[in-house]
């Protein structure tokens, strides 16, 4: 039987497939415009056990080579007690659906969807979603299903075109600068650590079958993106957030698992085609605070300086630009601190979908400019500045400067000394005291000691967004343990390198651990004076090993 442009095929299993071929595109160029990736195919299917929907059989979608399916009812009652649930045949991706209780859901005003009796599932990974109602026993043997109340009803759903198809649709050279320099993100795994974790905040953005990028700001639940890319409450309520898509290995096939959230509320948005930006929130924040967030850097770009951006260009998994060919450093920098009235220039590779992106700046690891234009190769792809954007959305955050923690509870710029609220880049030093009452010091020796606390400026820290620990009378210098490994098992102050994560410190939990190893933590050795050095966990009451911003 034909429905539309439908075939549906009853099968062996009382299943039925939904089967489409993808739809003629053109190229898609425009950059304030977000790049279409899915289309909407229509249905207008009812299901009932009626019609031998029940716990018993499956409804199925499939769309060969689809990225994605994303169900939407336009009509939902079920009896009380049951359940519909939309999964992956794997069943390792499903979300669950009563009138009381519901997993993730987005709904679209402009549709007519209110968000109650029609509204759509999240998406489904991959090119088939299975649809099955679930009736308790009690419910099928007193018939609770009454086609004069309850309905399921398919209006609609999107198909997510495969990401080569996404690829063909796009002008290429549009807003790359030179050769393509945007790479998985996990390429830089090793060589870049420092950028790489700062992309762990930025998310891939589905809204409406078109696709942006956005990323957390803050500790709290905020994030950002354009506002060509959601610009009012109801393009926020159809949207979804989707963290941690990215690739497993470098230039690899496998995605890592994807954790999905529906955008709930816009705080903020400015229309301005010089600002563009949209501040939102999401719903289901637990799933999400474990990603980090990124910090704002409101100040004056520098020419010259360099920076990098994770984005989700062409929706695909999370890439990098970290390099140019187009400057003689090979580093994405900021050529042009006022390429146009409240915007940032610079040759760094971008395409359609980045748009949303943070600008990271390389020196403080924070947000300066919002990604929002393409203008390679006839110009340089352009950013707002997050200096123009601030005053606008500074009372979402109680007028106090959000600092960065890529990597959530664990990151090392999670236990940062307090920010000067004077100057968010400068920071402020603070005591570290054990609770020996000893001090956490550095000597004109470069030796590092734990000894009667004084308040000197020997004695004050601070540990930056990287996790390098730097002492308050040598800031431009770091807590090191560069031969503990070969027996010599004393904490010198030394040259910072923040890609040597041995360099690297947490502040968890009363303990300091190493990044690179995890299970050594700062220890001071009592028996020895002031020595400090690494050592494995002790015991709770160990007080060598527990310490504290003073």
Not at 226 to 235: A, E, K
Not at 291 to 311: H, M, N, S, T
Not at 437 to 460: I, P
Not at 463 to 483: E, R, T, V, W, Y
Request: a neutral charge; charged letters at 20%; hydrophobic letters at 30%.
């Amino acid at each position: 039987m034909k429905y539309s442009s439908l075939l549906l095929i009853a099968s062996l299993a009382s299943s039925c497939v939904l089967m489409n071929s993808y739809a003629d595109n053109l190229n898609q160029t425009d950059t304030l415009k977000p790049i279409k990736i899915a289309d909407k195919i229509d249905s207008n299917l009812s299901l009932s056990p009626k019609q031998g929907f029940d716990s018993n059989s499956t409804f199925t979608v499939s769309e060969p080579g689809a990225s994605y399916i994303k169900v939407h009812f336009a009509e939902f009652n079920i009896p009380d007690g049951a359940v519909v649930e939309v999964r992956n045949p794997e069943g390792t991706e499903s979300y669950r659906y009563s009138n009381a209780k519901r997993d993730g859901f987005t709904y679209d005003p402009e549709l007519g969807e209110d968000g109650k009796t029609s509204w759509a599932s999240m998406s489904v990974s991959g090119d088939t979603a299975i649809i099955q109602l679930i009736m308790p026993n009690n419910l099928k043997a007193a018939n609770a299903w009454d086609d004069t109340k309850h309905s399921i009803k398919i209006g609609h759903y999107m198909r997510g075109f495969p990401e080569n198809v996404i690829e063909n649709l796009m002008t290429q050279e549009f807003s790359t600068c030179g050769g393509n320099e945007r790479k998985d993100a996990v390429c830089y795994k090793d060589s870049h650590p420092t950028e790489f974790a700062h992309s762990r905040p930025v998310a891939k953005l589905v809204m409406r079958g078109s696709v942006c990028t956005a990323w957390r700001v803050g500790p709290d639940n905020k994030m950002f993106t354009n506002n060509h890319c959601i610009g009012t409450q109801s393009s926020t309520t159809t949207s979804e957030v989707w963290f941690n898509y990215q690739r497993s290995s470098c230039r690899g096939s496998k995605p890592n698992n994807i954790t999905k959230v529906p955008a709930d509320k816009m705080l903020a948005t400015s229309r301005s085609s010089s600002l563009d930006y949209t501040l939102f929130t999401v719903k289901d924040f637990s799933k999400i605070a474990s990603f980090g967030y990124l910090g704002l850097d409101p100040r004056d770009a520098v020419k010259g300086e360099q920076i990098y951006i994770p984005q989700h260009g062409s929706g695909n998994p999370k890439e990098l630009s970290i390099e140019s060919d187009s400057n003689s450093n090979n580093r994405c920098q900021i050529d042009a601190p006022n390429s146009s009235r409240q915007n940032l220039g610079y040759y760094c590779d971008t395409i359609g979908g980045s748009s949303g992106s943070p600008v990271i700046a390389s020196k403080t690891n924070k947000v300066i400019g919002l990604h929002h234009w393409g203008g390679c190769p006839s110009g340089p792809n352009q950013a707002a500045r997050i200096k123009d954007i601030w005053p606008e959305v500074a009372k979402h955050f109680n007028n106090k400067v959000p600092g960065s923690s890529p990597n959530g509870d664990n990151d090392p710029g999670k236990p940062d000394t307090p920010d000067n609220p004077d100057d968010p880049n400068k920071p402020n030093y603070s005591p570290l005291m054990n609770k020996l009452n000893a001090c956490l010091g550095s000597t004109k020796a470069g030796k590092v000691t734990a000894s009667r606390c004084d308040n000197s400026k020997a004695q004050k820290w601070h540990i930056d967004s990287k996790g390098l620990l730097h002492p308050a009378d040598a800031p431009n210098k770091c807590l090191q343990l560069p031969s503990w490994y070969k027996g010599t098992n004393r904490a010198v102050v030394g040259s910072c390198n923040a890609d040597k994560l041995d360099m690297r410190w947490v502040l968890e939990n009363g303990r300091i651990h190493n990044v690179a190893y995890p299970t050594l933590y700062l220890n001071h050795f009592k028996a020895y004076g002031e020595w400090i050095g690494v050592w494995t966990e002790k015991a709770d009451g160990k007080n060598e090993q527990l310490w504290e911003w003073k």
